[in-house]
């Protein structure tokens, strides 16, 4: 009987360990598993550093857009990376880089943990669609998420499964080099692009091979640095962040975006990356945001040198404690968060709330199952370039085209029997369409107009440099040098432009003009281009002006002078195609400005919701004592929404009808031109009176619909309380009472309204 018992208890015994050795095996390595457990499970046996570690991104070997991290050095990063001291990787693309980083991380490290690879992923890997400022222009929502899908896909074959973007920083200064990043000056068709793009990029299942994480940036405030210089201080009130800074942003995490990037800038006096009010108070809790946050490049060092942190230590136990979880290349947490947590700086809580972040975030994209998912040469090869993806490129290409002005229906051009004088170095430049953020697109990849329209047979074509944009091979780090004196190839423009019937001129800004670092104080055509156009115009006015450009641009003499202008942007790899089958008529021009163009850079900023002022006209002839500019209109000369077709649509039969708690209005859309063609319908409301002055107008409905020649369409929209209130200056939406106007057209220059009443 005792020998039994011991039997029995020996059993026992090795039942538990057994079941001991079955529960440590139901860890975070089963996939059966729900995603907390395993998260919790792998957190419980990680030491300090290992956790800390999780929270530090290196970057690969290259393109540094910042000030130099201390003691960056390859040797050391592979070290920490062989001890699971790094969480993350930027920079590191293709499939042969990223396996041998993930290959450490996951077979080298003690506990095997993957590494999340990053890549600014902003308008395209190597195929480029159109930069984000041009797609905005396209209002076509399905057009953009697939643009971003395809962006996902072609990073996704390259090893990478993080991009970050969207930028969702709304501005309204184009002297700030990355407009050209964002979606242009408006928080309501900002919030629906983001949504968009982040749907694009992450789609319904992240764990998929061909899905990758997107990162709403830069939160908050980034596009309000005082007079568009870039890093600049902003310093705004709180009725203008509620409203205006932070829709796109809240719409991101609604649509479930998984990464927050901080931004560079100070918010009134507090640098982002240390601003516990964003991160914490409301991005974490308000938002029940359950992603993680990355710092932007080097910021928590930067603390220093805005005067918020002393040092390094300083710096990291102010962005620890106020919630950004991934240190992007600060070396902050690395080298002084364990000390901060022994010192008691840092809780341990803080840090385990930021690993439990970033490694749920590492579950959900399955790279606990198969960290080489993202690894597949083969993929590589077949998915980059694919037609798929450059069909992709070229339909959002042609979608983002404004046309900005066309008289005499110069516009389309004739496809037979004509002479056409192409001028402008931009013409016959396959890299400038590529725009800034391209790291890993190859130069000379776009097609350029020239063979854009050579691409038609029917015309016979004759090109003129007339002048260079910029000198020497522009490039992502250095700043571009532009063309001010060499006017040598002038004449022999002239002289080709005098002997066509119609000039198509392609000028604007180089690709490496806009984008971080790159404001400008002077925003016209850069260079002798604007001499060029005038030169020209005097031998043949029968002009196209084609625009290529990151930012709204200075166009008044060409707006008084040339007959046609169309807006092209930085289009990608297909522009020359999208733009010579606009120019054609084969693609009937649909884009609306997501920005205002100003008629003079001393405007700015310069927006369409702008406030009414107590003070807005004129009390009587000559009287100076009214909110305005001596020497200049304030509007602009082509307002946010504007953009014209080669039909035209008129707008009749407005009706609004009140239900309970909602507003139905409904418009009558008719083509009454002689081509099929797109309008995007806008719809803006006017609070007239409330406790926080509201904006003489705001868009807060838009819906893109296609209409043969005399076809009409009656269009509804619902509003709601989500339209109709407002942030008050606590920061708390409320709706108020009251009369509203409502106005309708195809730009924010509306031509059809009414009003209602909010009992
Ligand atoms: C930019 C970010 C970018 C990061 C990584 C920074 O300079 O502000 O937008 O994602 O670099 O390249």
């Not at 003691?71 to 969480?87: E, I, N, S």
């Not at 002798?528 to 031998?539: A, P, W």
């Not at 693609?587 to 205002?596: A, D, E």
């Amino acid at each position: 009987m005792k020998k039994l018992k011991k039997i029995i208890s020996l059993l026992t015994l090795a039942g538990m360990v057994f079941s001991c050795s079955q529960t440590s095996k139901l860890t975070y390595k089963d996939m059966g598993l729900p995603i907390n457990d395993r998260v919790n499970d792998l957190l419980s046996k990680m030491t300090l550093e290992e956790k800390i570690g999780q929270m530090n991104q290196y970057n690969g070997f290259w393109n540094v857009t910042g000030p130099t991290p201390i003691q960056g050095d390859a040797a050391k990063k592979y070290k920490d990376l062989r001890k699971g001291y790094v969480g993350s990787m930027l920079n590191v693309r293709g499939v042969k880089e990223v396996r041998a980083v993930q290959k450490i991380a996951v077979e080298e490290t003690r506990l095997g943990i993957p590494l999340v690879i990053g890549f600014d992923v902003i308008h395209g890997y190597e195929t480029l669609s159109p930069i984000p400022l041009a797609e905005s222009a396209s209002w076509d929502l399905e057009a953009i998420q697939k643009s971003s899908e395809m962006a996902a896909l072609e990073a996704s074959a390259a090893g990478i499964n993080w991009t970050f973007a969207p930028m969702v920083d709304v501005s309204r200064d184009a002297r700030w080099g990355r407009v050209m990043e964002g979606a242009g000056e408006d928080p309501y068709l900002g919030s629906k692009i983001a949504k968009a793009r982040i749907l694009g990029f992450q789609g319904t299942d992240l764990s998929k091979e061909n899905t990758i994480l997107a990162c709403a940036k830069h939160f908050a405030g980034y596009g309000f640095a005082e007079s568009g210089r870039d890093y600049n201080t902003v310093d705004i009130g709180t009725s203008t962040l509620h409203n205006i800074v932070l829709p796109p942003f809240k719409a991101s995490v609604d649509a479930g975006v998984r990464t927050f990037m901080n931004s560079f800038n100070e918010l009134n006096g507090i640098p982002a990356t240390g601003n516990s009010y964003l991160q914490r108070d409301l991005l974490k809790q308000e938002w029940k945001f359950d992603g993680f946050v990355i710092s932007d490049w080097g910021s928590m060092v930067e603390m220093i040198a805005h005067g918020h942190a002393k040092d390094l230590k300083h710096a990291a136990e102010i962005a620890a404690n106020a919630g950004s979880d991934m240190d992007m290349e600060s070396n902050a947490y690395v080298h002084h968060l364990a000390d901060l947590v022994k010192e008691g700086k840092v809780k341990e809580s803080v840090i385990d709330d930021a690993v439990k972040r970033i490694l749920k975030v590492k579950f959900e994209l399955g790279l606990f199952e198969d960290p080489y998912r993202y690894c597949d040469e083969k993929r590589e090869q077949n998915v980059i370039g694919s037609k798929e993806v450059l069909d992709a490129s070229l339909d959002l290409a042609k979608k983002s085209i404004v046309l900005l002005k066309n008289q005499n229906n110069l516009l389309p051009l004739k496809k037979q029997g004509q002479k056409i004088a192409i001028i402008g170095a931009l013409a016959n430049d396959k890299t400038s369409p590529l725009g800034s953020w391209r790291i890993a697109a190859k130069d000379s990849t776009a097609v350029s107009v020239l063979e854009g329209l050579n691409a038609y047979k029917g015309n016979s074509i004759v090109y003129a440099k007339g002048a260079d944009v910029a000198l020497g091979t522009p490039d992502f780090i250095t700043e571009v040098k532009i063309n001010n004196t060499d006017k040598s190839e002038f004449e022999e423009a002239k002289k080709v432009a005098k002997n066509a019937d119609v000039v198509v001129m392609v000028l604007g800004e180089h690709g490496f003009q806009s984008g971080e670092g790159r404001s400008r104080v002077d925003i016209g055509l850069p260079g002798v281009q604007q001499e060029l156009l005038e030169e020209i115009y005097k031998v043949n006015k029968n002009i196209v002006l084609v625009l290529n450009n990151g930012r709204p641009l200075t166009l008044g003499w060409a707006d008084a002078n040339i007959p046609s202008i169309l807006e092209c942007w930085q289009l990608g790899t297909q522009s020359g195609h999208a733009i010579a089958q606009v120019l054609y008529g084969d693609y009937n021009p649909s884009g609306k400005l997501p920005m205002s163009f100003p008629r003079h850079v001393g405007q700015l900023p310069l927006y369409y919701n702008y406030k009414n002022t107590g003070r807005p006209i004129l009390p009587g002839k000559d009287v100076v004592f009214w909110s305005h500019f001596q020497d200049e209109k304030n509007s602009a000369l082509y307002p946010f929404g504007h953009g014209l077709s080669y039909t035209q649509f008129e707008y009749e039969n407005l009706k609004v009808h009140q239900k309970e708690d909602e507003v139905h209005v409904k418009i009558g859309v008719k083509n009454i031109g002689k081509l099929k063609g797109k309008e995007v319908v806008q719809l803006y409301l006017r609070d007239l009176v409330a406790s926080v002055t509201r904006p003489v107008k705001e868009l807060k409905g838009f819906e893109l619909i296609e209409l043969e020649a005399g076809e009409e369409k009656i269009v509804e929209f619902v509003l709601t309380n989500k339209e109709l209130g407002f942030y008050d200056n606590k920061g708390k939406f409320i709706v108020e009472p009251g009369e509203f106007k409502l106005f309708l057209g195809g730009s924010s220059k509306t031509v059809i309204e009414t009003s209602f009443e909010i009992k």
